[in-house]
């Protein structure tokens, strides 16, 4: 194996905290969590030759995350009759007893958030991913990363002191 595959193996062992944290943010459940992480990984290894030197690492894995995430549910979607009430419910992970109630109104708010506010929230406030890479892995332009995570963080602010009502998960 040539150095620079060893460098890019070596990185994506270094990034799998970071990796597992975005998988669970996406699927909300441990064991998808780390199915996903697998998946992943088995996914960046077949590509290794894709991988551009000098680009971020980071960002490139975590594309192939959400690439692969959203394929599975479209997929998942289909099997089962284009019922996505049905894929939701088997996606959601049970709540488990917090120590703090303020942390637990946050996480349902942030639950409750549409999939692309809670990505970009996950991605630059908890990961601390660039406005950059994120509006590369997102697919979009860094002014769209810019106001949907303001929008997002407005949102959250919003429910989590009670000034909108939670809304129905998305």
Same mark, same amino acid.
């Given at each position: 194996m040539e150095p620079s595959r060893n460098a890019v193996l070596n990185?994506?062992?270094?990034?799998?905290?970071? %990796?597992?944290?975005? +998988?669970?943010? %996406? &699927?909300?459940?441990? *064991?998808?969590? @780390?199915? %996903?992480c697998q998946e992943t990984m088995l996914k960046v290894i077949r590509s290794l030759? $894709?991988?551009?030197? !000098? &680009? /971020?690492?980071?960002?490139?894995?975590? &594309?192939?995350?959400?690439n692969t995430f959203r394929n599975d549910m479209k997929r998942k979607w289909r099997e089962n009759n284009n019922n996505y009430d049905t894929l939701i419910a088997t996606q959601q992970a049970p709540g488990q007893q917090e120590d703090s109630l303020r942390l637990h109104e946050t996480a349902d *708010?942030?639950?409750?958030?549409?999939? $692309?506010?809670r990505e970009v929230i996950v991605l630059i406030g *908890? %990961? !601390?991913?660039?406005? @950059?890479? +994120? +509006? !590369?892995?997102? !697919? /979009? +332009?860094?002014? &769209?990363?810019?106001s949907r995570l303001w929008r997002a963080?407005?949102?959250l602010e919003s429910m989590v002191d009670g000034k909108t009502p939670l809304s129905p998960r998305h």
């Open positions: 990185g994506s062992v270094e990034l799998m905290p970071a %990796l597992k944290a975005f +998988a669970f943010s %996406l &699927t909300r459940d441990p *064991a998808s969590a @780390e199915d %996903l030759d $894709k991988f551009e030197p !000098g &680009t /971020c690492l980071k960002s490139w894995m975590f &594309t192939i995350m959400r *708010a942030l639950d409750r958030l549409s999939s $692309k506010h *908890a %990961l !601390g991913v660039s406005y @950059e890479d +994120a +509006a !590369g892995i997102a !697919g /979009c +332009a860094v002014g &769209t990363i810019k963080r407005q949102h």
